[in-house]
């Protein structure tokens, strides 16, 4: 079991981790696939979403509006059908409508009673606005992809978080479901993490499956809450 009592902040990703991106893909993916003719499953969804996503990342950097316009013409020309601008455009504006997972807000409240708290991103600071209201707490540093111009897995983007907010490393406790896109580079930095298993039980991932050895797996925010900050100690 990790010693809560050394780390000062808690840092998370927030789409998949916090919030229900999945659910989110899927709610716009889902029906736009079927308007054009293909009734895909959900597994065969995500699965190509993975596919599709590290790819329009590769390269020079672009927003993650354009990454997500990018997966979303990758499935027209996978699965042969057109794709307008409002087709591509549409992913990126669902985010607004994304929702947090039910224990995420009472975990964080209940955690930033004890530390601080940091989101670590792969987002535009314009979408993750209309998150930060659905998270309701107010967090003491966040860093998105659009600041530092580079998407996680790269190092960059948790270097910026520690140099930004002059947070030592080993202060520092990394909160995220995507093995691939935060536990090994957190870890390869020596930041220690938590894994964030919401995924058990399913079929496909959406992001790169990785070999990895978080420090320590919960299966939501709610258990990690309890164990951080146990009923005896809060005030």
């Known amino acids: ?31 736009l ?8 499953s959900e597994a ?3 699965s190509l ?37 409002a087709d591509a455009n549409g992913l990126a504006e669902s985010i607004r409508n994304w929702q947090p997972f ?10 930033q009673s004890r530390y601080k708290l940091a989101v670590l991103s792969n987002i535009d600071d314009d979408l993750f606005a209309y998150t930060a209201l659905k998270l309701a707490v107010g967090f003491d540093a966040v860093v998105t992809a659009q600041q530092v111009h580079s998407y996680k897995p790269s190092f960059n983007n948790f270097e910026a978080l520690l140099r930004r907010f ?7 406790l990394h909160v ?7 536990v090994v580079p957190a870890r390869s930095l ?5 894994w964030v298993n919401r995924r058990q039980g399913k079929e496909a991932a959406a992001t790169k499956l990785v070999e990895a050895h978080p420090d320590l797996e919960v299966p939501d925010i709610g258990k990690l809450a309890e164990l951080a900050v146990p009923d005896d100690a809060r005030g």
Do not use: N
Not at 2 to 31: A, K, Q
Not at 190 to 194: A, K, M, S
């Open 176 to 182: 995220a479901e995507s093995l691939y896109h935060d």
């Open 49 to 85: 979403y993975s596919e599709f996503e590290p790819r329009a990342q590769g390269g020079p950097y672009r927003s993650y509006r354009e990454v997500l316009a990018q997966v979303v013409r990758g499935f027209g020309r996978e699965l042969r059908f057109s794709v307008s601008a």
């Open 190 to 194: 020596g930041i220690t993490t938590v």
């Open 166 to 172: 002059k947070i030592p490393r080993e202060h520092l």
């Open 33 to 40: 696939l079927e308007s054009k003719g293909h009734a895909l």
């Open 44 to 46: 065969q969804i995500i």
């Open 102 to 111: 039910a224990d995420t807000v009472p975990a964080l409240r209940r955690l």
């Open 1 to 31: 079991m990790l010693d809560f009592s050394r780390f000062e902040w808690l840092s998370f990703d927030c789409y998949g981790t916090l919030i229900d991106w999945e659910t989110g893909l899927l709610g716009y993916l889902r029906p």
